[in-house]
């Protein structure tokens, strides 16, 4: 079992920036991959950011070069840096962590064993 905790989020402008953290706890946590997914009224939920437990990172295309993920072993702390937000980011987000997520070709795929954090909502207007 794994625990997340999210906390960050909120409203911004176009173009503006923030930050989610995402507290992880659990004996498998060190062990498994991690990742954020977003969620867009009346859209199924899709990953975009994905770190490994060796530290790689992957991106989707719809965030790449925008978006940094990044994770504190120390402090069990996953982060997502979020720059140049655009209306179009405006989603649910949520932590996740599981034995696989990845990001190739343009899309993430997760195993179908996934831990979930509570969400936490991204608006951004224009």
């Known amino acids: 079992q794994v625990q997340l905790v999210e906390s960050g989020g909120g409203s911004v402008q176009a173009g503006g920036s923030l930050r989610l953290s995402c507290t992880a706890s659990g004996p498998m946590y060190s062990t498994y991959s991690m990742g954020w997914f977003r969620q867009a009224p009346g859209k199924d939920r899709e990953g975009f950011a994905a770190?490994?437990?060796?530290?790689?990172?992957s991106y989707a295309d719809s965030v790449k070069g925008r978006f940094t993920i990044s994770k504190d072993n120390a402090k069990n702390t996953l982060s997502l840096q979020m720059d140049g937000l655009e209306p179009e980011d405006t989603a649910m987000y949520y932590c996740?962590?599981?034995?696989?997520?990845?990001?190739?070709?343009?899309?993430?795929?997760?195993?179908?064993?996934?831990?979930w954090g509570q969400g936490t909502q991204v608006t951004v207007s224009s």
């Open positions: 996740a962590a599981g034995p696989m997520i990845y990001c190739a070709g343009g899309y993430c795929y997760r195993s179908e064993e996934i831990y």
């Open positions: 770190i490994d437990s060796d530290g790689t990172v």
